[in-house]
Protein backbone atom coordinates (compact mmCIF):
# COMPACT_ATOMS: atom_id res chain seq x y z
CA UNK A 1 0.00 0.00 0.00
CA UNK A 2 1.33 3.25 -1.14
CA UNK A 3 0.24 6.82 0.65
CA UNK A 4 -1.28 8.57 -2.36
CA UNK A 5 -1.15 12.17 -0.80
CA UNK A 6 2.94 11.89 -0.66
CA UNK A 7 3.05 11.34 -4.37
CA UNK A 8 3.95 14.34 -6.45
CA UNK A 9 2.14 12.68 -9.18
CA UNK A 10 -1.16 12.81 -7.65
CA UNK A 11 -0.64 16.07 -5.99
CA UNK A 12 0.31 17.77 -9.59
CA UNK A 13 -3.08 15.59 -10.72
CA UNK A 14 -5.20 16.67 -7.85
CA UNK A 15 -4.24 20.08 -9.00
CA UNK A 16 -5.51 19.36 -12.56
CA UNK A 17 -8.74 18.17 -11.50
CA UNK A 18 -9.08 21.56 -8.95
CA UNK A 19 -8.13 23.53 -11.85
CA UNK A 20 -10.27 22.29 -14.48
CA UNK A 21 -13.26 22.30 -12.04
CA UNK A 22 -12.73 26.39 -11.73
CA UNK A 23 -12.45 26.91 -14.98
CA UNK A 24 -15.91 24.92 -16.00
CA UNK A 25 -17.80 26.30 -13.02
CA UNK A 26 -17.31 30.24 -14.82
CA UNK A 27 -17.87 28.60 -18.15
CA UNK A 28 -22.00 27.59 -18.73
CA UNK A 29 -24.34 27.32 -21.55
CA UNK A 30 -26.35 24.86 -22.99
CA UNK A 31 -23.25 23.60 -26.05
CA UNK A 32 -21.42 23.35 -22.86
CA UNK A 33 -22.89 20.84 -20.56
CA UNK A 34 -21.51 17.63 -23.02
CA UNK A 35 -18.42 18.48 -22.73
CA UNK A 36 -18.49 19.86 -19.09
CA UNK A 37 -19.74 16.61 -17.64
CA UNK A 38 -17.02 14.54 -19.93
CA UNK A 39 -14.02 17.17 -18.67
CA UNK A 40 -15.02 16.81 -15.22
CA UNK A 41 -15.22 13.43 -15.27
CA UNK A 42 -11.82 12.82 -16.88
CA UNK A 43 -10.67 15.62 -14.53
CA UNK A 44 -11.21 13.58 -11.70
CA UNK A 45 -10.59 10.26 -12.64
CA UNK A 46 -6.61 10.87 -12.88
CA UNK A 47 -6.39 11.68 -8.94
CA UNK A 48 -8.79 9.28 -8.28
CA UNK A 49 -7.26 6.65 -10.03
CA UNK A 50 -4.02 7.19 -8.05
CA UNK A 51 -5.63 7.36 -4.66
CA UNK A 52 -7.28 4.09 -5.53
CA UNK A 53 -4.34 2.33 -7.07
CA UNK A 54 -2.33 2.61 -4.31
CA UNK A 55 -4.96 1.02 -2.17
CA UNK A 56 -4.11 -2.20 -4.24
CA UNK A 57 -2.14 -4.88 -2.50
CA UNK A 58 -0.24 -5.69 -5.86
CA UNK A 59 2.00 -3.66 -7.92
CA UNK A 60 0.21 -5.23 -10.97
CA UNK A 61 -3.16 -3.49 -9.81
CA UNK A 62 -1.40 -0.38 -8.98
CA UNK A 63 -0.26 -0.20 -12.13
CA UNK A 64 -3.05 -0.76 -14.13
CA UNK A 65 -4.59 2.27 -12.26
CA UNK A 66 -1.40 4.39 -12.71
CA UNK A 67 -2.38 3.37 -16.69
CA UNK A 68 -6.12 4.54 -16.23
CA UNK A 69 -4.94 7.56 -14.81
CA UNK A 70 -2.41 8.77 -17.56
CA UNK A 71 -5.14 7.92 -20.47
CA UNK A 72 -7.56 10.09 -18.05
CA UNK A 73 -4.77 12.71 -18.10
CA UNK A 74 -4.21 12.70 -22.19
CA UNK A 75 -8.46 12.47 -22.46
CA UNK A 76 -7.81 16.00 -20.26
CA UNK A 77 -5.61 17.42 -22.99
CA UNK A 78 -7.69 16.21 -25.68
CA UNK A 79 -11.26 17.81 -23.80
CA UNK A 80 -9.77 21.33 -23.30
CA UNK A 81 -8.46 21.46 -27.05
CA UNK A 82 -11.60 20.43 -27.81
CA UNK A 83 -13.48 22.97 -25.52
CA UNK A 84 -11.17 26.07 -26.60
CA UNK A 85 -11.91 25.22 -30.61
CA UNK A 86 -15.59 25.44 -29.93
CA UNK A 87 -15.06 28.73 -28.15
CA UNK A 88 -16.44 26.87 -25.03
CA UNK A 89 -13.51 27.56 -22.77
CA UNK A 90 -10.47 30.68 -23.34
CA UNK A 91 -7.43 29.83 -25.06
CA UNK A 92 -5.72 30.65 -21.80
CA UNK A 93 -7.42 28.12 -19.86
CA UNK A 94 -7.22 25.34 -22.44
CA UNK A 95 -3.33 26.11 -22.18
CA UNK A 96 -3.42 25.70 -18.19
CA UNK A 97 -4.75 22.44 -18.45
CA UNK A 98 -3.22 21.16 -21.37
CA UNK A 99 0.70 22.28 -19.18
CA UNK A 100 -1.09 20.81 -15.92
CA UNK A 101 -1.75 17.58 -18.38
CA UNK A 102 1.24 17.37 -19.81
CA UNK A 103 3.02 17.76 -16.31
CA UNK A 104 0.85 14.92 -14.98
CA UNK A 105 1.99 12.70 -17.72
CA UNK A 106 5.50 13.24 -17.16
CA UNK A 107 5.39 12.19 -13.98
CA UNK A 108 3.37 9.27 -14.38
CA UNK A 109 4.83 7.71 -17.07
CA UNK A 110 8.15 7.11 -14.79
CA UNK A 111 6.11 6.10 -11.91
CA UNK A 112 4.51 3.75 -14.20
CA UNK A 113 7.35 2.44 -15.14
CA UNK A 114 9.01 1.95 -11.92
CA UNK A 115 6.03 0.27 -10.54
CA UNK A 116 6.05 -2.08 -13.22
CA UNK A 117 9.68 -2.42 -12.76
CA UNK A 118 9.45 -2.72 -9.36
CA UNK A 119 6.89 -5.58 -9.25
CA UNK A 120 8.59 -7.99 -11.87
CA UNK A 121 11.61 -8.20 -9.94
CA UNK A 122 9.07 -9.57 -6.90
CA UNK A 123 7.74 -12.29 -9.00
CA UNK A 124 11.05 -13.24 -10.45
CA UNK A 125 13.31 -15.66 -8.04
CA UNK A 126 16.62 -16.07 -8.76
CA UNK A 127 17.58 -19.00 -9.92
CA UNK A 128 19.72 -21.85 -8.03
CA UNK A 129 21.88 -23.43 -10.17
CA UNK A 130 21.44 -27.67 -10.70
CA UNK A 131 23.87 -29.13 -8.40
CA UNK A 132 25.96 -31.81 -11.11
CA UNK A 133 26.74 -34.06 -8.75
Known amino acids: ?17 VITLRTLRQNSGPDHDVLAHQL ?17 PSGAQFAAFLGIALASAREVAYLARL ?11 RAQIEARSDQVCRLLVPLLRHVREKGTRKRSKPRVPESTG
Open 1 to 17: MHPFEKLTAWQKAHELA
Open 40 to 56: RRAAISVPTNIAEGSGR
Open 83 to 93: GADLELIGTSD
